[in-house]
């Protein structure tokens, strides 16, 4: 059986809660593979992980968790110290392993090293909130905790983290390795009960009508259903008076705030492309920027028809000002090249986006150096015969697609452009 969490209650979630996402943490536990966890502000990732980690339905495996929230950990951007305090949990946990001579990374390494058990148990890392630790790491830091896997394979990480840091985390991906988790709004199901225990909060009995127009007006977002929850109690709305509602609702602080936090967390296409939607020109955004935007539970398709989660959202997304500022250049220096396929292609050197250096793979070095030998549309075979040189047959779509995808993720999705039927342009 599992290591209870030690000093973790959990919120009384029923059994089912956030049932899909939580299998899918457990099988990647089992496989002892790490995740990013994923999410939009406010959806309920810090409730999704202290649920996962109050399981005891792990079967004879024993599974121990170190639990970090990194903002409340005091100096969690010194690495250090988060590594100390993972050796400490997992020490508490584990009697005999104290290793109180030594601290930091050493500490936890050593009890990687020393701890016993079968094989079949896990030491997991649950890290909350990493956003700004995430952004001060380097490539030592990711290293250091691959490392760890390597001298225990019972070891797995999983980190949550917002949204914009999507594209930000491990670019190297020594960590993750791609692996991600997106958390989006609450399925029928766990709205339900969670409209139920909004009422219990506020003492409040919501009829079948009004549940029914909660979970509309809140697409099922937990910040906002809280927030729309307590409005609707203290301000005493009418929910079926859905224009009035709308009006009064978004001149509550609460209920902006929870919007504005989402809108700031997106960039400046998806918020264009979000505001075309509400616009009614949802065809102007590029096509990975609306696939983004769904993936992460903003938009979906109704009637054949883009829209946003949430009426709410809509009206005060269609109220803000959206302008395109202009892209940071994007250059690659020392560049090496090959002669091949008649012409020359480069194979190494440094990607600078304005003065920062982006990291990137061989193949994404490739695409990028491909479509910015002159500004024009390249076809998908131009780009096979530079990026695939060394290749033979057909190279198909998909891959150019998927590495296409891989470098908006590093450079932004505003930076290539898709001509529907004819090929990649980089505006960069």
């Known amino acids: 059986m599992k290591t209870s969490y030690h000093r973790f209650v959990d919120r009384r979630h029923p059994d089912d809660y956030r049932q899909e996402e939580i299998q899918a943490l457990k099988r990647a536990i089992r496989a002892k593979e790490n995740r990013l966890v994923l999410g939009i502000p406010d959806i309920g990732l810090s409730n999704l992980l202290r649920f996962l980690v109050t399981r005891a339905d792990w079967g004879e495996r024993n599974v121990t968790f170190a639990y970090l929230d990194c903002d409340a950990l005091e100096d969690c951007l010194d690495s250090e110290v988060f590594f100390a305090e993972i050796a400490r949990q997992f020490c508490e946990q ?109 003492e409040k009995e919501f009829g079948p009508a009004e549940q029914k127009q909660l979970a509309r007006l809140t697409g099922g977002h937990p910040g906002l259903l809280r927030a729309v929850s307590s409005a609707v109690v203290e301000e005493e709305l009418d929910l079926l008076d859905l224009e009035t509602s709308l009006e009064r609702l978004l001149a509550r602080g609460d209920v902006r705030s929870r919007c504005q936090r989402i809108w700031q967390a997106l960039d400046p296409a998806q918020q264009a492309t979000l505001h075309a939607i509400v616009s009614g020109q949802s065809d102007s955004g590029a096509p990975d920027t609306l696939a983004w935007l769904q993936e992460f539970g903003l938009v979906d398709e109704y009637n054949g028809e883009h829209r946003l989660f949430s009426p709410i959202f809509a009206e005060f ?66 780009i096979a015969r530079y990026v695939y040189y060394e290749e033979e047959g057909v190279v198909e779509d998909s891959r150019i697609e998927d590495l296409v995808r891989r470098v908006r993720n590093r450079l932004g999705a505003q930076y290539i452009k898709a001509h529907w039927g004819k090929g990649y342009e980089f505006l960069g």
Do not use: W
């Open 317 to 382: 997304v269609a109220a803000q000002q959206v302008s395109t500022p202009p892209l940071e250049p994007v250059r690659i220096v020392g560049a090496t090249t090959i002669s091949a396929n008649e012409q020359e292609i480069v194979l190494a050197g440094k990607v600078l986006k304005g003065n920062q250096e982006v990291h990137v793979a061989p193949l994404e070095l490739r695409l990028i150096a491909c479509l910015k030998r002159e500004p024009r549309i390249y076809t998908k075979d131009e």
């Open 94 to 202: 584990h009697p005999g392993n104290k290793l109180e001579d030594v601290q930091g990374y050493e500490r936890l390494k050593r009890f990687v090293l020393e701890v016993g058990g079968d094989p079949l148990d896990r030491l997991v890392v649950v890290a909350n909130k990493t956003d700004e630790m995430l952004v001060a790491a380097n490539a030592a830091f990711y290293r250091k905790l691959k490392g760890l896997t390597d001298l225990n394979k019972r070891v797995c990480y999983i980190f949550a983290a917002s949204s914009c840091m999507a594209n930000k985390v491990d670019p190297e991906e020594l960590l993750f390795a791609g692996r991600r988790l997106i958390v989006g709004p609450f399925n029928r199901r766990d709205l339900a009960g969670a409209i139920m225990e909004e009422g219990q909060r506020l």
